[in-house]
């Protein structure tokens, strides 16, 4: 913890715990927009990635706290070009999230036609990230349904059940 948000914000979170059982929020120097709190990897030699298995704990979005466990995939990679990761949430057969970045480019894509609308009527200039000042900075953009589609597919085509259906919108695996 000492690395994500330094000693001394990761000392007042370890008091806050022992204290009372949780915390009465996060640190301010852990200001991220998405904490997933447990997520199982394993070393995928063939893709040269981590890859997730099972439920994915979702513990904050913004600042307020979820702590609940969803379906989903998560996939990490380092290459010499930069970090890559593809993320897929799936709360119900409506209610699905997917982000993937590279190369400072975060793309996303919901079940959620308002999100969906949202992100694409931002003017190119707007789509950046509002505390890219403190961070390394990068936008964000639509992605495409097939983008989404082929990241689940090379999921569960690894050892997933091909009996499993995936309703996206109205497309089924």
């Known amino acids: 913890m000492d690395d994500l948000i330094g000693g001394e914000a990761a000392s007042r979170l370890k008091e806050q715990l022992d204290l009372f059982a949780g915390t ?33 704990g979702l513990g904050y979005i913004g600042g307020q706290p979820v702590n609940v466990y969803v379906d989903g995939y998560v996939e990490i990679q380092r290459r010499r ?55 390394k900075p990068y936008s964000y953009m639509l992605s495409t349904q097939d983008r989404m589609v082929r990241f689940i597919e090379r999921m569960t085509g690894e050892g997933g059940n091909e009996n499993d259906q995936i309703n996206l919108d109205g497309l089924v695996k």
Do not use: Q
């Open 24 to 56: 009465t929020g996060l640190p301010k120097e852990f200001n991220f927009e998405l904490l997933l709190n447990d997520v199982t990897l394993y070393w995928n030699e063939a893709t040269s990635s981590f890859r997730s298995k099972g439920k994915i």
């Open 81 to 135: 070009s930069g970090d890559m990761f593809d993320i897929y949430l799936k709360a119900n057969e409506s209610v699905y999230y997917y982000f993937s970045f590279v190369s400072g480019n975060m793309m996303t894509y919901s079940g959620n036609r308002n999100y969906n609308t949202l992100i694409a009527g931002l003017k190119p200039n707007a789509r950046k990230h509002p505390g890219s000042n403190s961070r």
